[in-house]
């Protein structure tokens, strides 16, 4: 019989667990009941016991790591963590969120207990044995993997289960103590950028899109850029989106071409961009060519602002295209939001 282990983890507050740990225990206990096998929920945090409160009604074995040295994620003191509750709850198959703090240690903690690891799983089936779905060659191929080696760790990537919600509650933790290595790092803080500067969100419900018409000669003969800028911050702004952006945009830059300040490659949707999940988006500017949208993939409802009737959006790849000017439908946009 498998034993099931989730590595989890609290979020910055340390006593919370973090919504792509809670995904993860959704994936567990479906695969626990579906296996008939036994789940173990493993924490990762300074105080366990605040946040294994949400796990209450799992009825899980809750096993935990806590104190200051696990405050902040450093591959020497996590790996230790991860390294003990594997031990400790005897795991066959461990899952955990394809979070970067646990992303950053699950393989070394794979083959210090002489397993394999396979990441990016977006689902979990079968009833006898485990099968792993993920998508290879930009998520073009779908592929179901299964494994006779033990243990096997599974990193799950965030938004393809649904967070646990239990009533939350007081609950027993079994606290293990592990003795951790000599720790050559020290964490004297944590920088990031500020929340209105942070343009990737991958939690938000949006995508909003902008492509390389932004900055082109608009029907006038002249380039709007700045105005382009604020109506797609403004945007950003009144949805909280996440922004997303073509290859075209975000390589431009050379011969004197304006660029949105904004945007880097770390926007760029698409073949060699990103393939995020959002329950929609909006492409605004941009052609739909394939080498972009397949980067879509995993967004529900698209729609698209186009001036081109031909555009790759109109032919079969959004569901909704607006043959329009971007710049007009956003301000108008943007003036509804205001108003709201
Ligand atoms: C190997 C390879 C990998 C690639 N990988 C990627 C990738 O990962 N991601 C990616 O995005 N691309 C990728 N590309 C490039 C891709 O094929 C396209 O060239 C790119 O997506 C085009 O970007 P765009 O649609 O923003 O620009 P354009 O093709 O220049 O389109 C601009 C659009 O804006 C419209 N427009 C202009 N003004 C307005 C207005 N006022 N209102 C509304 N619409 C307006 C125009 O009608 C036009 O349709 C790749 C290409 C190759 C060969």
Not at 51 to 70: I, K, P, Q
């Amino acid at each position: 019989m498998e034993n099931i282990l989730v590595l989890t983890h609290a979020d910055e507050t340390g006593s919370a667990l973090t919504r792509a740990s809670l995904e993860a225990v959704t994936a567990g206990k479906d695969l626990a009941a579906r296996l008939s096998a036994s789940l173990t929920i493993g924490i990762v945090a300074v105080d366990a016991t605040a946040a294994a409160g949400a796990l209450t009604s799992t009825g899980a074995r809750l096993l935990a790591v806590s104190g200051e040295a696990f405050a902040q994620a450093r591959y020497g003191s996590d790996a230790a963590a991860c390294e003990a509750l594997c031990r400790a709850a005897k795991a066959t198959i461990v899952l955990a969120p394809g979070s970067s703090r646990l992303t950053r240690v699950a393989a070394g903690v794979a083959h210090r207990l002489g397993g394999f690891i396979d990441t990016h799983i977006t689902a979990l089936g079968g009833t006898e044995t485990v099968e792993a779905t993920r998508w290879f060659y930009r998520q073009r191929i779908e592929a179901v993997l299964s494994r006779d080696n033990r243990p096997w760790f599974l990193l799950l990537d965030a938004g393809t289960h649904a967070a646990f919600a239990g009533e939350p509650g007081v609950t027993s933790v079994e606290q293990l103590t592990v003795e951790l290595p000599a720790l050559r790092t020290t964490v004297s803080g944590f920088r990031a950028p500020a929340q209105d500067a942070q343009t990737i969100r991958p939690d938000a419900k949006m995508l909003f899109v902008a492509g390389a018409g932004w900055t082109k000669k608009q029907p006038d003969g002249q380039i709007h850029a700045a105005e382009a800028g604020e109506l797609i911050l403004g945007f950003l702004r009144a949805t909280s989106a996440s922004l997303g952006s073509s290859k075209s945009l975000v390589d431009q830059g050379g011969d004197g071409v304006p660029v949105l300040p904004f945007l880097t490659h770390m926007n760029q949707i698409g073949q060699t961009g990103a393939t995020p999940r959002h329950a929609k988006g909006l492409s605004t500017c941009c052609h739909g060519e394939e080498p972009h949208v397949v980067g879509w993939r995993f967004i529900g409802d698209r729609r698209a602002i186009s001036l081109d009737p031909n555009c790759g959006w109109t032919r079969g790849k959004a569901d909704v295209v607006y043959i329009a000017d971007a710049f007009q439908v956003m301000a108008k946009v943007n003036a509804l939001l205001d108003a709201k």
